[in-house]
């Protein structure tokens, strides 16, 4: 995957800049094939990856020191200079908010720019727990991707449960756009949907492999795996 041209000095070519935020404890192919996906599916030009201070959704469970969570994102993303590991939630005092996140990355874009907030359907499900969650909706348009094994329900397709919650759960004033894969608001940015390879890995069960023994091998890149096994995580 080649680096799109970033900004350079006189160079006033709008961005399109996805944030993906999770806890990354660890990474696994899951994110990594869906950050490819969602790359060439929005024509990004660069994909900033926040993994989370303290996961306020996460009390229960093992969870990495910040620091090597972030190592392992950074040995998973080496190589690939179209994908940026951030720690700007790992740098802020207290628990991640991902409104935080994104008021962080609009102040520090150009106005042209476009942001776009991209999440797995189960933690767009559960965004109504999330502070500030409507005024995140109105601030950066949302993208949700499809991910097996969550939540898909009975409702035939991968993003099914979408449209019934965006009505039912945020405004019944969201539209399915003439534009195929958008829900539309008259007063908010738009909810993208988009289905991704489904690959069922979780970090959780990445986890539960370790504690019982087993091998992780190809669910997470070498690299990390190697690094979980020197550092003796999540044991
Ligand atoms: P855990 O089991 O600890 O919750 P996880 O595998 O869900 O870990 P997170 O760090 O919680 O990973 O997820 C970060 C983001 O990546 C979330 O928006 C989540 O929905 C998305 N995501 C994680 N795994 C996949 C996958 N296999 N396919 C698509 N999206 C995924
Ligand atoms: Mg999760």
């Given at each position: 995957?080649?680096?799109?041209?970033?900004r350079?000095?006189?160079?006033?070519r709008?961005l399109?800049?996805?944030?993906?935020?999770?806890t990354?404890?660890?990474?696994?192919?899951?994110?990594?094939?869906?950050m490819?996906?969602?790359?060439?599916?929005?024509?990004?030009?660069?994909?900033?990856?926040?993994?989370?201070?303290?996961p306020?959704?996460?009390?229960?469970?093992?969870?990495a020191?910040?620091?090597?969570?972030?190592?392992?994102?950074?040995?998973?993303?080496?190589?690939?200079?179209?994908?940026?590991?951030?720690?700007?939630?790992?740098?802020?005092?207290?628990?991640?908010?991902?409104?935080?996140?994104v008021?962080h990355?609009?102040?520090?874009?150009?106005?042209?720019?476009?942001?776009?907030?991209?999440?797995g359907?189960?933690?767009?499900?559960?965004?109504?727990?999330?502070?500030?969650?409507?005024?995140?909706?109105?601030?950066v348009?949302v993208v949700v991707?499809?991910?097996?094994?969550?939540c898909?329900?009975?409702?035939?397709?991968?993003?099914g449960?979408?449209?019934?919650?965006l009505?039912?759960?945020?405004?019944?004033?969201?539209?399915?756009?003439?534009e195929?894969?958008r829900?539309?608001?008259?007063?908010?940015?738009p909810?993208l949907?988009?289905?991704?390879?489904?690959?069922?890995?979780?970090?959780?069960?990445?986890?539960?492999l370790?504690?019982?023994?087993?091998?992780?091998?190809?669910?997470v890149?070498?690299?990390?795996?190697?690094?979980?096994?020197?550092?003796?995580?999540?044991?």
């Amino acid at each position: 995957m080649e680096k799109k041209e970033s900004r350079g000095s006189g160079d006033n070519r709008p961005l399109r800049i996805g944030l993906f935020g999770g806890t990354f404890n660890p990474v696994h192919i899951g994110h990594l094939r869906a950050m490819v996906e969602i790359w060439e599916s929005l024509f990004l030009d660069q994909l900033i990856i926040i993994p989370s201070a303290i996961p306020p959704h996460k009390p229960h469970g093992a969870v990495a020191s910040a620091s090597d969570r972030m190592s392992m994102l950074i040995l998973a993303l080496s190589g690939n200079e179209a994908f940026i590991p951030s720690d700007v939630e790992i740098r802020r005092k207290g628990p991640s908010y991902s409104i935080d996140t994104v008021r962080h990355y609009k102040e520090r874009s150009a106005p042209l720019d476009e942001l776009y907030l991209i999440m797995g359907q189960d933690a767009f499900l559960d965004i109504c727990t999330w502070r500030d969650y409507m005024a995140l909706l109105k601030l950066v348009p949302v993208v949700v991707m499809s991910r097996p094994g969550k939540c898909d329900g009975n409702h035939g397709s991968a993003l099914g449960a979408v449209p019934a919650f965006l009505k039912d759960r945020i405004s019944p004033e969201y539209r399915a756009s003439t534009e195929p894969l958008r829900f539309d608001h008259p007063s908010s940015p738009p909810v993208l949907v988009r289905e991704v390879t489904p690959l069922d890995i979780s970090s959780t069960r990445i986890r539960a492999l370790i504690q019982q023994g087993k091998s992780i091998r190809y669910l997470v890149p070498d690299s990390v795996a190697d690094f979980i096994k020197e550092k003796g995580l999540y044991l």
